[in-house]
């Protein structure tokens, strides 16, 4: 791809997957049947992914705040993912992505922990697209996960107390082995961050839509991706300074 076509790709997408509840209940089914359709969803949006050149595709899956939903929510929320990992890893490692599950993994049982372990190994070598599933998952605690191990550097004499700032923090965030978050998509119409990668979307443009996860397809993909080309991204820098080194 030339180089101002691959500019207007964004690099790395995040999407906070939401509206399955409110999907399932338009059709009178139970929440379990909009999460359902939602892994149909994921597949669809990583299908377009590989085809539109992204590099890494970060989902929101399960947040540190979903542990209070009831129980049996959760607990249906779980066998999906396992049911997930148990059919799919497989035909995503022929496509070349690499999965990786992000956040307290220790928050979870040993069988899905052990799951979700063996399918990183399993695709760790893979290029293609780098997907990210982040599952008990926060902003503040990867901001706090990332502050532990830098007062640990400082502690152990590893690191002067001056020596910490945005970069060598920045080094231990979720994902920092990646290329910058550029787009965050929300589904489901709610216009907010809800505490995921608080730190790494600092310069992501932001795309709301209000349709419903389960309805979003390569179509409304490509939507997002060709809104995100037309912005002008300027970093803190004037719209004049932008114009004159592109
Ligand atoms: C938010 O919709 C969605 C979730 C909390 C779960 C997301 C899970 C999936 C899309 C399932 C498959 C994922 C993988 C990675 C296999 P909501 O329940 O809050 O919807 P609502 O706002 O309409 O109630």
Known sequence: MPGAEAARVPRHIAIVMDGNGRWAKARRRPRSFGHNAGRKAVRVVIEGCLREGVQALTLFAFSSENWQRPQDEVGALMSLFLRALDKEVDELHQHGVRLRFIGDLDAFD????QRMQAAMTHTAGNRALQVNIAVSYGGR???VQASRR???AVASGELALGQIDEARLGQWMCLAEL???DLFIRTGGECRISNFLLWQAAYAELYFTETLWPDFDQACLRHAIEDYARRERRFGRTGEQ?????
């Open 150 to 152: 830098a007062a640990a």
């Open 242 to 246: 932008v114009a004159a080194t592109s």
């Open 110 to 113: 040993e069988p899905l922990r």
């Open 179 to 181: 290329p910058p978050l």
């Open 141 to 143: 605690w990867d901001i």
